[in-house]
């Protein structure tokens, strides 16, 4: 699979739009775009996927470039709530399902 | 609708004892199912997968072993613990709608 960057830390005040990039340079066309968050003391909550179009769901958006090397997930409306940490991950969908998770970014959201 | 149900919720062993992590699934047959780590502090690691009963696949030598006795029922063990082993332990299996992974909640060992 793929090996994606992601910033370390980002800051975003409640209620404003939360913009997380990630880049993944080296993905291959059959490769999707995963987006998971890990709250405090939870497991990992899948979040949206995309192979190429931009994805909405009722949590986020997903953006995906034209050229697939690098994507942006969006929280419209951030709450305290989406305090967490966000792994962006690259994998081929219906193979062995392994998912290695990179150090994502820590999302802070500011009151 | 999936669920995973992982116990204890918390454990705390000395160095040297043995270990059981239980983790059933409902809601599905046949998964895919996951043992994940989560050191204090840092990312998670994938530490045993299976895909079938009686079928695991390690990715990180260790001093962990993981048994899949029944299709819906993953357990992971220890003869030993060592300090290294304390952490967070994930239970995963793939999801029903998104081929995604679907978590439980987690059992966070402490080793003293």
């Known amino acids: 699979d793929a090996k994606t960057t992601q910033p370390p830390s980002m800051d975003c005040a409640e209620g404003r739009a939360a913009n997380l990039p990630c880049n993944h340079s080296?993905?291959?066309?059959?490769?999707?775009v995963y987006w998971y968050r890990q709250i405090h003391s939870q497991g990992p909550q899948y979040i949206i996927h995309g192979l190429k179009n931009n994805e909405t769901n009722e949590m986020a958006s997903l953006i995906i470039t034209e050229d697939r090397k690098s994507s942006t997930l969006i929280l419209p409306h951030a709450t305290l709530r989406d305090t967490a940490v966000y792994y962006c991950?690259?994998?081929?969908?219906?193979?062995?399902?392994?998912?290695?998770f990179g150090k994502g970014t820590r999302l802070h959201i500011l009151p | 609708s999936q669920t995973i149900h992982q116990w204890p919720a918390t454990l705390v062993q000395p160095v040297g004892s043995p270990l059981s992590l239980e983790c059933t699934v409902e809601g599905t047959s046949n998964p895919n199912l996951y043992w994940y780590r989560q050191a204090a502090g840092r990312g998670l690691q994938l530490l045993f997968y299976?895909?079938?009963?009686?079928?695991i696949s390690s990715e990180v030598p260790q001093n962990l072993s993981a048994s899949r006795p029944q299709d819906r029922q993953f357990i992971l063990s220890s003869k030993k613990l060592l300090l290294s082993d304390s952490g967070f332990y994930l239970c995963a299996c793939k999801g029903r709608l998104n081929n995604e992974q679907f978590f439980g909640p987690g059992t966070r060992l402490t080793v003293l």
């Open positions: 991950i690259v994998r081929v969908a219906n193979r062995d399902d392994k998912i290695i």
């Open positions: 080296t993905i291959s066309g059959n490769e999707y």
């Open positions: 299976s895909v079938g009963i009686g079928q």
